[in-house]
Every structure is written in structure tokens, then in C-alpha cells.
């Protein structure tokens, strides 16, 4: 967050370091892409977070293992059923990625995957602010994982999803973070103050669900200092954003992520992590900010940072952290 | 047979997708599971799709690969006695 690359192209991969570094051989070999990110950041956050075993493992992704899954289509289509590679199998459904991460972690306890295309993060976040809250887990790790191989990319684009025609840059995520009940001694990024989930095409619900999230977490709507959106380049993406922030929040200062991140099922996961890391620091910077309420250059004395993302303007959601 | 065993170990490296070796790493005596290149029982299953992808050979008895899969020299014995393309 200190030093963003920012992309010329329609497409912002994720840059890989040498997993051999990170992971055993023959886990490292057979791991496809995704698998090998998810559990490189799943490993550090366990080990930052200093709590060791999460009690539960809550797994958000949009695509699944799309690189093994296409292998294995792909086997299937040119070479029929009886030669099919056994491990772009068992890699190719959508929650081998929380059950790798168990394994590889011992965490044997609480585990569950989101897909619910661009809110899948927020339900797996919704499930671990739950079971915090309801007193079922003292910790649980939450991540949002999915990638995008050229061939994906290149359907999406010419769906209009992204790509060039439409104006939104593609992405990629592999993003875990901790949650805690309690942190003890420890130093966490930021509070969550609350998790609404909103299904419906209508403001009107959607202003009743930020009603409901700022009042169970006791504050207003001016004590909000931003509201971090998943606006994307894409016009129609856009057009609910700017209508949400002409209604709802005014005069609120908004920002972007996907610019720096790119666009991707579960990049919500990304505006969290960039909004934490904003409230950690106490301080909004320049490159996050789109305008209104007191946009400057930098945006100093951060509180509270809303997180508002929809899906196909249909499924929304709407996340409140604040400052430690 | 050794054009067989050298395209062997190029299969081998691809298909098990093994980082940093090269052909001229496996001993084509040493074993393939174990102590030698340290393969497992996941890598087995892909080898037996190898073999009935690339030599038309049906393995049907899981026993069968452990004997054929001791080393890459008696595995491209075998193919070379049993391959139907």
C-alpha cells in the first residue's frame, strides 16, 4: 500500500514470488496457482497474527480453481473420460481451497466456502463476524481467492465483464486475513463494526441495511469518514456507485481500489485489507481517493472507513471498520 | 530404448510437473518412489493415465504399477513390450 504499481494494461496478474521458498516440494509442484497463493497468505497471516490455529476457516471465491478446472475440461473434451488427470481433479472444485488450507495448516475445526459470484468474500466474512460475535470461534481466518487464466480473461472480456471494450481492468486475488473475538495483546489493523448483507435493486432497502449497520454499531453517518466502493471503469458497474453516493452518503468522501487491484469476484477481500491498513495508519492516501466530502490529497485522523460493494447492482454489501 | 526412456523422463517431468530436474537428473535404474525421485501415490495415479494416454496400456491392477514403476528403465521395458500406439 505504500508503493501501488499502477497498470497500463486491462489486466493486473498477481505477481507471484518463488512458492519453493514457501512450500515443501511436492506441494509446491502439484499445487496449482491459486492453491499455492491462498496458502502462502493464509501461512504468513496465521503467523502475523501470532494466534496459531484459527478456530474456523472461511473461504470466499467467486471462480474456484479455474486453472485446474480447465485442465481438467479441457482432458475431458479432447481426450474423453478415460485419460483424465487425476490431479487437476481433485484441484478443480471451489473448496479445495479451504480444505488445502486446513490440511496444511491442522486447522481441523469450523470450515466453510462462499461462491456467490461478486459478494462470495463478504458471505465468508459474514459467516466469521457471526460465529466472533455468537460466541462460536475465538478466531477465524477469512480469505477471498480467485484467479484468472488468459482463456478466462479472454471470455470475460468479450462478455463485457472487463477487458478494454468495457473500461474495467481485470484482476486477480488471493487475500486472507485474521479475525479475533479477543486480541489480547496483540495489535490488530482495525475493528469490525459490523456485516449487512443486501439482495434487491432498490436504494431504499439498501439505506435501510446502512441504517441497520450504523446504528447496531452506535455512530452516524457523518462519523463515517469514507466509504471505500468498488467502483471499476465499467459503466454500468459505476452508475450504481455514483447513484448509491449521491443518495446515501453525500457528502462522504469516496474511494476506489480496483484501479490498483483490478477487478475480480472477490477483490471486496482487497478493499478490506487497503482499508485496514488505512485505518492502521491513520491516513487516507491520494491514489485511494475519487473525491467528495473532504478530499485532499491525503485524507489524515481516519476513523471509520465504510466498504460498500455490489454485484450486477442486485447483491450489496456493506462492511464498517473503524480504527483500534 | 533409450529414445523411449529419454522421452519417458520428458513426460515424467511435464506431466508431474517437477520443478528444477532435468532428464539427465534421473538415473534411469534409480527408483521412482521413495528414496529416488520421491514420487507418491498421487503421482502413481498419473502415471498410470500416462501410460494409457501416451501407449495405449491399461493398467487394471493397481499391483501392476508397483512393479512396473521401480525405476524409468522398467517402466519403458514394459511399454515397449505392451504399448499399443
Redesign the interface.
Known sequence: MDNPILHDSHLAPVIDPDYREYLPPTLSRRSGKLLKRALVVSRSVIEAAGTGCPDAILTGTGFGCVENTEAFLEAMTYEGEACLKPTAFMQSTHNTIGSLIAIDTHCHGYNSTYTHKGTSFECAFMDAYMQITRGQATTALVGGYDELTPHYYSMLSRTGYMGPASGCMGGEAAVSMMLCGNTGNRQPLCRVEGIELHYGSTLDGLGDALQRLTEGAGCTLSSIDAVMTGLNGNAANDAAYRSAARVLFPDTHILMYKHIFGEIRTSAGLAVYASATCLSKGRIPSFLSVGGGSAGSEHGGVQRILLYNHCENRAHSLILLSSC | MNELIQELKLEIIN?????DVTPADINDDAPLFGDGL?L?S?DA??LI?LM??NYGIKLADPAQGREIFKSIRIMAEYIQSNRTK
Request: negative net charge; without cysteine; charged residues 40%.
Open positions: 506431466v508431474l510437473n517437477l520443478e520421491g507418491d498421487i495415479l498419473e493415465v494409457e494416454k
